[in-house]
């Protein structure tokens, strides 16, 4: 009986090592993740199941405050722009968690509102793997608005 447990025990270690290389491993599409954003919607914040957006109307061309949202986002621990950049006016950046590395990515999108009078700032977080971030991504992005407003 105590053998079987052992043989047990091992497999699940074996399956939870699996799991941890291949999410650390998994290939990085940068492209993929970086033209999976949403329309330009109003103003407001859209939670969904492992995923948030947040889309802000802004003053001017926005330059400036995308600038300092890159700063910001760059500071954070275990993040870092895979695709796009403030000149394009588009910026994906991937957050690995600390224990397991899982990645969840950010999209920042500065783009004209569709009143065609006003820049919109749409930020895009949403996880890799499962089905729920338990509101990591909503988090995240909230805090680094807080920074942002904070500088303001």
Known sequence: ??????????????????????????????????????????????????????????????????????????ATPRTRAVAGSTEAGKITYVTRSAVMGFPDYTTVTLARAPDEATVALQIYGRLRFGRSDLGVNRKRIEGWLAQLDAAG
């Open 1 to 74: 009986m105590l053998e079987y447990l052992i043989y047990i025990a091992v497999g699940l270690l074996v399956a939870v090592l699996a799991l941890a290389l291949y999410v650390r491993l998994a290939p990085l599409r940068a492209e993929a993740w970086h033209a999976d954003t949403p329309p330009i919607l109003k103003p407001g914040t859209y939670p969904g199941a492992g995923s948030h957006v947040v889309e802000r109307r802004i003053d001017g061309d926005g330059r400036a405050t995308l600038e300092q949202l890159d700063r910001i986002i760059r």
